[in-house]
């Protein structure tokens, strides 16, 4: 489980991308905060490497495409 700055709204159990160090700060708007993590997106989908592609459910269980 990892604590994060979220300056974009993601809903409890989203999948999310998160940045660390300065860049979670640059996102959060100050290099002064005290935060190392910030969400800066939200998965809607996934595209693997071997051609297959789903997407996450309110859940978060996969849904192919």
Do not use: C
């Amino acid at each position: 489980i990892v604590v994060a700055g979220d300056p974009i709204g993601a809903g409890i159990g989203e999948t999310v991308l998160v940045a660390y160090g300065r860049a979670a700060r640059t996102v959060l708007g100050s290099q002064d905060v005290g935060w190392q993590v910030a969400v800066v997106g939200i998965v809607d989908s996934i595209n693997l490497a071997d051609g297959g592609t789903f997407e996450l459910s309110d859940d978060g269980t996969r849904i192919p495409v």
